[in-house]
Nanobody, 124 residues
Framework: QVQLVESGGGLVQAGGSLRLSCVASGSIFSINAMGWYRQAPGKQRELVAG?????????ADSVKGRFTISRDNAKSTVTVYLQMNSLKPEDTAVYSCGLPQIVGVWTGPMVRPWGQGTQVTVSS
C-alpha cells in the first residue's frame, strides 16, 4: 500500500505563489503516475496536473502556463510538487494528490489512494 501526505496549502493573495508537496511512502514501486486534483465547494473534483513515472506531464487548460508539476524520487519515498504561480481566486479549493492505477486514466474510480488534502485559498 501507498500512503500520501500533502502539505503546503494556505492563504495567498491573487497573483501570489504557493508550492504544494505530496510525499508518497510505502509500496512506491507500484506507482505509475501521480496527480494533483482539486475540489472547490459545490464542484466536482478535477485533475489539475499529473506526471507519469517516465516524467510525462499533463495539465488542465485552466492552469497551463501558471502551474508546474514535478517529482523527486528518493530511496523510500516519492515526492510530487505543484508549483502554483499567478494564483487566481478561482484556484481556491482543497488540493489532493491521488494515484492513477492505469497510466493515462487520470479520473474515475481507478484513482486511489488519496491524500487527506490541503486547503488553498486565494483572496482577491
Amino acid at each position: 500500500q501507498v500512503q500520501l501526505v500533502e502539505s503546503g496549502g494556505g492563504l495567498v493573495q491573487a497573483g501570489g505563489s504557493l508550492r504544494l508537496s505530496c510525499v508518497a511512502s510505502g509500496s512506491i514501486f507500484s506507482i505509475n503516475a501521480m496527480g494533483w486534483y482539486r475540489q472547490a465547494p459545490g464542484k466536482q473534483r478535477e485533475l489539475v496536473a499529473g506526471i507519469t513515472r517516465g516524467g510525462t506531464t499533463t495539465y488542465a487548460d485552466s492552469v497551463k502556463g501558471r502551474f508546474t508539476i514535478s517529482r523527486d524520487n528518493a530511496k523510500s519515498t516519492v515526492t510530487v510538487y505543484l508549483q502554483m504561480n499567478s494564483l487566481k481566486p478561482e484556484d481556491t479549493a482543497v488540493y489532493s494528490c491521488g494515484l492513477p492505477q492505469i497510466v493515462g486514466v487520470w479520473t474515475g474510480p481507478m484513482v486511489r489512494p488519496w491524500g487527506q488534502g490541503t486547503q488553498v485559498t486565494v483572496s482577491s
